[in-house]
């Protein structure tokens, strides 16, 4: 039988005439076979810390951080061994996804290029006499800062001519990013700290970037010393987004040092707050740093007395004044915390018609070692002069006010990181998912969180594989708005999909909870926080939770996870809800208790430390908010 290609293929083309159906996948190609092709909504968490400052910032240098600039930063977040200023070798337990090394616009670069005697910053008088300065050790660590510091506090200008160093600087700062940033694999987001202070209250803005370095550049940071506004830094970005067609935004500090300023009722010039700053405030501060260093910003116990981890790394002492620490009154938590702050915006909205606080939550270090540590047993302190060690306070000899407490060594927090939900691992996506409020923050630990909120959520949506696909489906994410048509249509309240993981090599989960805010019929601003999923079936016969039993042995500085759980999952259905009032929904993971970072000390360095010092925390995440509006 005679097989040529000429034959077979003649036959091979009559068969596919007389027998189609054989083939009949083929026609498939047309269409898609998964039916999830083409849903984009994020699945990559992204781990990461929005404020770290290097040697270019003036205080993080002045306490001791003399050589580690911007891409040292990088490389420790990216997992990467360094040498601390101890001389000791720093490298994270998991490499971060992203970072931002937020130095201060403030004398930015300065004092590293005095220190090597830069002639064209020495060429200034001013700055040769604060050579002379640091020459004395007297005054070349906290007397340094608190000289600098003070001229930011009283307003009265840099007294030095550095504009050209300012532009080399920035020049680098930006170059160093691009240089450390790897798509898909690593973020360097390009960002700085706008360090307003007037008087000593804390009114900071990290400020971040979109872009590149080659348009990044392009405009030098404006400062405090161009105007100590928020309203002056909120000038610079819209500039820097009309005129170079960037995208730009900004992140208050953690308020819990502005004496009442951060969230205040007025604009700068003491008017109230009208629906024009409302808009502009709500669109370029899409976020707010609810955690950090400094301690913990999203719940004060005298604002929330019935919510018992209200008291949570709280700092109270008073503000930032480099040389007089004015001490802190009652009246000013309102204006400062997270939650109170939320509850403020939808009082404004009520008036003005546009919320000003409405924000999501990040959590970031605000390390001043170039080291983003977050973790309890690996806490490298807030500046370099009190890395792992003895951990001495090197404080300047100047009056602090008799009625202030200042901070020692020991109240800093291990605290905090940013979660992003986002599409994929580069600046473009992170950016957007910040902008769109679809992040959270945590006090340290990664925990995984999801949490979506609608009208049509079932009990059985919680235990389904497929979890945020449903959410996506059924509700919208974490730093949304929920319809108040929707609610009108459905006339029932608004329910809450959540899931929490723990850290995988952390600690287990001891509760789920629901934290709402809401302005009721009489204006009165309120707030209610509900236990969702408990770990170990805790609560009592009348409706209470008992505590969880504490594994913490202080003497080893270890924890175990024979109690709580791997994973919290719930559907939440508001049994207060008032489809005319106003409000917000956010959900908070609360871990069982392990050893604070003071018992590690302890234990590996044999730290003689106060007994008064808690030996516990409880780490946890707060999700963005999910507002309601009627």
Known sequence: MDFSLTKLSTRFIMALLILPSAFAPLSALSQEYSPHAFEEFPTQLLWGDLHVHSSFSFDANSAGNLRLEPSEAYRYARGEAVTANSGMTAKLEQPLDFLVVADHSEYMGLLPAVRRED?????????????????????????????????????????????????????AITRQADEANDPGRFTALIGFEWTSMPGGDNIHRVVVYRDDAEKAARRIPVSNFEGDKPEDLWAFMEAY??????RILAIPHNANMSNGRMFALTQSDGSPIDAAYAKRRARLEPLAEVTQYKGDGEAHPKLSPDDAFADFETW??????????????????????????????????????????????????????????????????????????????VANNAPISPDAKPPSPWDFAASGYTGVWAQE?????????????????????????????????????????????????????????????????????????????????????????????????????????????????RRSLFGGVRDIVSTVDVATATYTNDVGTAELRAVFRDPDFDPAERAFYYARVIEIPTP???????????????????????????????????
């Open 241 to 246: 987004e009309s005129e170079l067609g960037g």
């Open 596 to 630: 604070r970072w003071n018992v590690y000390d302890t234990v590996r360095l044999g730290a003689n430390l106060p007994e008064t010092l808690p030996t516990e925390v409880q780490d946890r995440a707060y999700s963005s908010p999910i507002w309601y509006t009627p």
């Open 119 to 171: 002639p064209e910053a020495l060429a200034d008088p001013g700055v040769r006499a604060l050579h002379e300065s640091m020459k004395n050790p007297a005054g070349a660590g906290f007397g340094t800062v608190a000289t600098l510091g003070d001229r930011i506090t009283d307003g009265v200008g840099p007294g030095l001519e550095y504009a050209g160093l300012r532009r080399n600087v920035w020049d």
């Open 316 to 393: 109270d002492f008073g503000n930032l004044h480099a040389t007089k620490l004015y001490p802190k009154e009652d009246w000013m938590l309102e204006f400062e915390y997270a939650r109170s702050a939320l509850k403020l915006g939808l009082g404004v909205e009520a008036d003005v018609g546009t919320n000003p606080f409405q924000f999501g939550m990040i959590g970031s270090t605000d390390s001043h070692t170039s080291l983003a540590a977050g973790a309890e047993d690996d806490f490298w302190g807030k500046i370099s002069v009190i890395e792992p060690g003895p951990r001495t306070w």
């Open 425 to 537: 691992n580069t600046r473009e996506s992170i950016f957007d998912a910040l902008a769109r409020r679809e992040v959270y923050a945590t006090t340290g630990s990664r925990i995984t969180l999801r949490f979506f909120g609608g009208f049509d959520f079932d009990e059985l949506d919680a235990d389904r594989p497929n979890l945020a696909r449903v959410g996506y489906a059924k509700g919208v994410p974490m730093g949304s708005e929920l319809d108040g048509e929707q609610a009108g249509a459905a006339e029932e309240a608004p329910s809450f999909l959540i899931a929490a993981q723990k850290d995988p090599l952390g600690a287990n989960l001891d509760r789920l909870q629901v934290v709402k805010g809401w302005r009721d019929a009489d204006g009165a601003l309120q707030e209610k926080v509900y236990d969702v999923a408990i770990s170990e079936g």
